[in-house]
């Protein structure tokens, strides 16, 4: 865009509209940064007047010369742009909005803002021009510098007027044309001023000039040719040349000299300036005839571009028509679809149609078909009806035929016979008379006849033979007949009794519904009543199980049995132990204690008497003894804590009774088994857990671990205050599913005691084992739980130690048990005699502590002393029934079932 101020101004400057960047044609790049001459001349008072002055005179020819250009432009533009073309219009169009340029106010100056925003370089002071211009200083080195001309040749002095990429290359585009130029924008913009001077002040201004309007017309090509601008670039480049070369130092020279030579110098300058005014219009005119080219080249791409778009519109027309007849098929296509669809739908309707004909007709068919299978069977058996009736019939009217035939020929046989014999007779008869002579003739004729009559009489024969043939094959025939018409009446019989059994279960059907019906309310009542049977059994468990606890906290929760055992063979002394009450519940027993001589010499014998719950005598077997602690066992799976433990010397039998094969432990859990098998009935299930532990000079040991473990595994006993229960930390615990377990558990327990055991030292006797069966139960009918324990303890052999005369370990383990021992006495009498909230001490020994819930309150505790026959542990003996009556005198809280609901 070019826009100028008026004709009479100050400043002119080519401003372009940002937007007109996107024309065709290439803009001329913004001019560099200029100043206002105006400012520079009366503004800056630097500058010598003279020089001003001749920068006035040089403007005004300037401006004149831009007049004229201008006038040129706009009389070009005016026609270009009155011209209907298709390209975009002119930028002269935008010109109000330029921030440079304003008409309303004529040439308005451009700011040093404004010029600073057009030009990346930084304006030079104003005095740069005047500071390297001296002309009382020596010219630099030829060498060292170089002329206008020559650095126009040069890329980087383009650099200076151009601050960006296109400017960059419209300045090199002109730098072989314009190198004077180049040199009026190292004055006029704001070049550092360090680079004005590098002209070669040897070239006139008028050389400059000339050079510049020397400028071959192709670099205006340079341009693009569609820069119509141009001219005005070069006005303004011009002036710059023009600035940039006025000789500061011949100014200089003016100011000091005299006025006369002032004036040569001037009129020097303004022919000067005239010459150049000359070039400058010779190149103007050049422009003007590139104009009028660049014109014809507009018009030629105006008609190339009527001509585009008149193909455009045809091709446009053309898409159009594309796109309708686009449109036209796809709705013939989808047209087309719904004829398809519509075809392939009576397509299938009519397949479905002749699928369900051809069924229809199959079906026919088939049904055709079976009529005349079932017609063709039908005649079929008719016709073999037929052939075989007629068969028969045949038969018999062949019977008949033959049996006529034969009695027939028989009658014509006889008849011929008898003519015969009669003719015969006859002819014999007159050839006796004829021919008395001829008797021999006739005999031998008689002969003759009668050879002939054999011979009738062998066909006959023969006749008769066939006859019997006949008749065997009509009895054979008739045999047939008979065999068949037994079979018809066989096969009648049989579909008759096939009918008849049809019929029969038919009706045998209905009776047999009924009956089951009958049946089924019959089970049904049966099982309504086994229900309520099996309530009233539960109800009947339960007030049993309340009744069997309330018997056996009346028989006290503490029970004392003593057994003796029988002496062996080889055992001789028998202590003398009576049994007074030897019935079959035996509650007393009798010891008769040691002799004891008076003083008068009188040899007396007293005899100990003690009652317990019970007696048993050296006779009784252990099932006898289970019988009475079965209640017990029972009352360990009703919930309760049960503990039972024999007590009394080595050797006694407590290891029998407790332990041995048909002894408590087996016998107990056994009934365990079967009492929980039978429960299951009435809705329980019960988890049971054995574990096998022994109290040995106060350690626990783990009968069911490791052998090598015995003495080494530690055992923690633990008791839960809240559940009253005893849990024994790091013992082997095992489920016992089968009555066949305990035998395991009680052998593996024997190895590890025997083990363990040494010469001296039977193991079994020296410690305390505690059998543990922990019982679980549930009820999934009524919602009980229970939770009890069972306890077998079998005691280690009480001792007195005067009399073992035990030493060393045997020492040790003698006060172990007897320390024990004496503590599970002083915890029975701590329980009787106690009053609630006394303390009982559990924890003076091992074993009282491991049995702490099963002895006392909430416990069942039965207590077997038992008793060795000889008389040489009658003092063991007499000290163990002691301790046993004691115990037995003791009265234990009331037990406390260990049940939820
Ligand atoms: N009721 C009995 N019938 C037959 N034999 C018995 C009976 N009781 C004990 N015996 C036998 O007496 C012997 C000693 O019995 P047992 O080992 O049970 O005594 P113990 O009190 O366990 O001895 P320890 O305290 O040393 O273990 C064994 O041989 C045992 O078989």
């Excluded at 070069?234 to 006025?246: E, F, G, M, P, V």
Aim: proline residues 5%; hydrophobic residues 30%; charged residues 30%.
């Amino acid at each position: 865009m070019t826009s100028v101020g008026p004709r009479k101004g100050v400043v002119f400057t080519f401003a372009r509209h940002p937007n007109s960047g996107s024309t065709q044609q290439k803009p001329p790049p913004p001019p560099p940064p200029s100043t206002s001459p105006r400012r520079r001349t009366t503004v800056n008072p630097s500058i010598p007047r003279r020089e001003q002055h001749a920068h006035v005179r040089f403007i005004l020819v300037v401006d004149t010369i831009v007049s004229i250009t201008l006038d040129m432009d706009s009389s070009t533009e005016n026609q270009v742009t009155s011209k209907p073309t298709g390209l975009r219009p002119p930028t002269k169009i935008q010109l109000p909005s330029s921030p440079v340029l304003s008409r309303s106010n004529g040439l308005t100056e451009m700011t040093a803002a404004a010029a600073n925003s057009r030009s990346a370089m930084a304006p030079p002071p104003l005095n740069a021009a005047t500071k390297h211009k001296p002309s009382n200083l020596p010219e630099p080195d030829a060498k060292q510098r170089k002329t206008l001309a020559e650095r126009a040749g040069e890329p980087h002095n383009s650099k200076i007027a151009a601050p960006s990429s296109s400017r960059q290359a419209y300045t090199n585009g002109r730098q072989g044309s314009a190198n004077g130029a180049n040199g009026f924008s190292a004055s006029m913009s704001r070049v550092p001023s360090n680079r004005a001077p590098k002209h070669n002040p040897g070239k006139s201004l008028g050389n400059s000039v000339g050079h510049h309007g020397s400028r071959a017309p192709s670099a205006h090509n340079n341009y693009g040719g569609a820069r119509p601008k141009s001219s005005y670039s070069n006005h303004q480049r011009s002036k710059s040349h023009h600035q940039s070369y006025r000789p500061a130092t011949s100014m200089t020279h003016h100011a000091q000299n005299d006025e006369p030579e002032r004036k040569v110098y001037d009129d020097a300058r303004v022919s000067s300036l005239e010459a150049q005014f000359q070039a400058l219009r010779e190149q103007m005119e050049t422009d003007v005839s590139k104009q009028g080219n660049l014109k014809e080249s507009i018009k030629l791409y105006e008609t190339k571009n009527a001509e585009l778009e008149a193909t455009c519109t045809q091709y446009r027309t053309a898409l159009d028509e594309h796109k309708t007849d686009i449109r036209d098929l796809r709705g013939l296509v989808s047209t087309a679809n719904m004829e398809l669809e519509a075809l392939r739908r009576s397509h299938s309707f009519e397949v479905d149609d002749l699928r369900r004909k051809h069924r229809s007709e199959v079906e026919d068919l088939e049904d055709r078909n079976r009529k005349i299978t079932e017609r063709s069977r039908r005649d079929n058996d008719e016709e073999v009806r037929k052939v075989q009736r007629e068969l028969e019939l045949e038969a018999e009217r062949t019977l008949k035929a033959h049996s006529e035939q034969l009695a027939e020929m028989e009658k014509r046989l006889k008849t011929e016979l008898e003519e015969e014999r009669a003719k015969r007779l006859q002819e014999a008869q007159e050839f006796q008379a004829e021919f008395v002579a001829k008797l021999r003739d006739a005999g031998v004729e008689a002969d003759a006849k009668n050879r002939e009559a054999q011979l009738l009489q062998g066909e006959l024969t023969n006749v008769k033979a066939e006859l019997d043939r006949e008749r065997t094959l009509k009895n054979g025939l008739q045999a047939q007949l008979t065999e068949s018409a037994t079979l018809t009446l066989t096969l009648e019989a049989s579909n008759k009794a096939m009918k008849e059994k049809i019929h029969f279960l038919e009706s045998d059907s209905q009776a047999q519904s009924t009956e089951f019906n009958n049946l089924h309310a019959r089970m049904q009542k049966a099982i309504e009543e086994a229900e309520l049977a099996n309530e009233k059994l539960r109800q009947e468990e339960t007030l049993r199980r309340k009744l069997h606890n309330q018997v056996q906290e009346l028989k006290g929760n503490i029970r004392v049995m003593c057994r003796v055992r029988p002496k062996h063979d080889a055992e001789t002394d028998p202590a003398k132990i009576e049994f007074p009450d030897s019935d079959a519940d035996s509650k007393e027993v009798a010891v008769k204690g040691p002799e004891k001589t008076s003083a008068m010499g009188n040899v007396t014998t007293q005899m100990y008497s003690y009652a317990f719950d019970r007696v048993f005598s050296p006779a009784s077997q252990n099932s006898e003894v289970f019988e009475e602690i079965s209640q017990l066992v029972q009352s360990a799976l009703d919930g309760y804590n049960v503990c039972i433990f024999c007590y009394g010397q080595t050797g006694s039998g407590k290891t029998f009774t407790m332990s041995s094969q048909d002894g408590m432990i087996p016998r107990a859990t056994a009934q365990i088994y079967s009492e929980a098998q039978r429960l299951e009935a009435k809705g329980w299930r019960y988890q049971m857990e054995g574990s096998f532990v022994e109290v040995y000079n106060e350690t626990y040991n783990d009968l069911l671990g490791r052998s090598e473990d015995l003495d080494k595994k530690k055992i923690e006993v633990r008791h839960d205050t809240a559940k009253k229960q005893t849990v024994l930390e790091n013992a082997v615990s095992v489920p016992l599913d089968g009555p066949d377990r305990v035998e395991e558990i009680l052998s593996r327990a024997d190895k590890n005691r025997t083990v363990a055991a040494t010469k001296a030292n039977m193991r079994s006797s020296r410690s305390h084992s505690v059998f543990i069966l922990k019982l679980r139960g549930e009820n999934s009918i009524t919602g009980e739980k229970s939770e009890g324990t069972l306890n077998l303890v079998d005691l280690a052999g009480s001792e007195r130690l005067e009399h073992s005369k035990a030493e060393g370990a045997r020492l040790k383990e003698t006060q172990n048990i007897n320390k024990s021992l004496s503590c599970l006495g002083d915890v029975i009498n701590a329980l009787g005699s106690a009053k609630e909230g006394t303390h009982i001490p559990y924890r003076n020994s091992k074993l009282t502590y491991l049995l702490q819930y099963s002895l006392g309150g909430n416990s069942k505790t039965l207590m077997f002393v038992m008793v060795s026959p000889l008389q040489a542990h009658l003092q063991e003996t007499v000290t163990s029934l002691k301790f046993a009556t004691k115990v037995h005198n003791t009265h234990i809280g009331t037990a406390k079932k260990q049940t939820k609901t």
